[in-house]
């Protein structure tokens, strides 16, 4: 059985799982329990051979793989409510619930859906709609792309390292 590790001289704990593949993966965590849970579910994973993200070489839309990488990588990040807030960008574009990180007692991320009942408070609504005002083309643009299909090509049967091919958008876009 894997177990975490610490780095001398550094904070936190480590964990690197190899996957029957031989693809190697580390990780840094705040604490060994939630390093042991990773590795644990990494090992799951790995024996069960599950299917590829959505099922194989499904079209989805942009906006839903952004919230999807949200889910599953976003929120290991140390910049996650910057990315997160990024990615909102295209969800609500889709007419989707903003993405919103929750901790829960332990520390732990969880990615949730804020239903559309919640609203955001009335000075930051106000703000907001003026930014978006004056980018109305920004967003229309992000709107256009959210609702773009896209077609994912993921490495095994993990989705890591997954790229996503836009359709009609060159890749250095």
Known sequence: MRRPFQLKNRAGWQAEYKFSDG????????????????????ARLDEAEQGPLFGGPARI????????????????????DTE???????????????????KD?????KLVSMSHEQALPAAFQAHLDSRMAQRAQTYAWMAKLARKKVSLRISGHRSRPFQANVAG???GT
């Open 23 to 42: 693809t190697v993966q580390r990780l840094s965590f705040d604490d060994a329990p939630a390093a042991q849970a990773w590795l644990d579910e990494q």
């Open 61 to 80: 839309t942009l906006g839903q793989f952004l919230g999807e990488y949200a889910a599953r990588f976003s929120i290991a990040k140390k910049g996650y």
């Open 84 to 102: 997160i807030d990024r990615i909102n960008h295209y969800v609500t574009a889709l007419g989707l619930p903003r993405l919103k990180v929750v």
């Open 105 to 109: 007692g332990n520390g732990n991320r």
């Open 169 to 171: 958008v060159s890749a």
